[in-house]
């Protein structure tokens, strides 16, 4: 369908249609099509509904992942730091103690990382059924 037909098919604002479609783009939810003689962008769901919940969901995941992997590195750099640079033992144990829960986490999101990439190289598929279209 063009942007104009999804437009009036599901009653919306030509600019909250078009911005919606971009985010189906972005999603890989929808492709662009070409057909002989239509001069406007045609749209078209992609119908490997296994595909569209790997791309959705891994870009997602991948994304907050990777934030909190970069904080969780960052924050044990600091801890280590604060435990070369006091002479307090109870200061040094409390910074010892976080350190071991944040290199638990680090150790999640590599897992968490590892997870994601059976989604998005599609082995995942050699773990579980489904059916294909």
């Known amino acids: 369908m063009t942007l104009d037909e999804l437009k009036e098919e599901l009653e919306m604002s030509k600019t909250s249609m078009s911005t919606g479609v971009r985010t189906l783009l972005e999603l890989n939810m929808v492709e662009k099509v070409w057909r002989k003689g239509e001069r406007k962008d045609l ?7 296994y595909q569209n919940f790997i791309d959705r969901f891994t870009t997602q995941w991948r ?10 590195i960052k924050s044990m750099r600091d ?9 307090d033992q109870e200061t ?16 999640y999101y590599n897992w968490l990382n590892q997870v994601i990439d059976l ?14 279209e």
């Open 119 to 132: 989604f998005e190289s599609r082995k995942i598929f050699d773990l579980t059924q489904h059916k294909e």
């Open 43 to 49: 749209y078209q769901v992609k119908n490997d509904w």
């Open 63 to 72: 994304k907050g992942t990777q934030m909190n992997l970069d904080a969780s």
């Open 79 to 87: 801890l280590e730091t604060a435990i070369a640079d006091t002479d």
């Open 92 to 107: 040094a144990q409390r910074a010892q103690d976080h350190l071991e829960r944040i290199t638990y986490a680090i150790e």
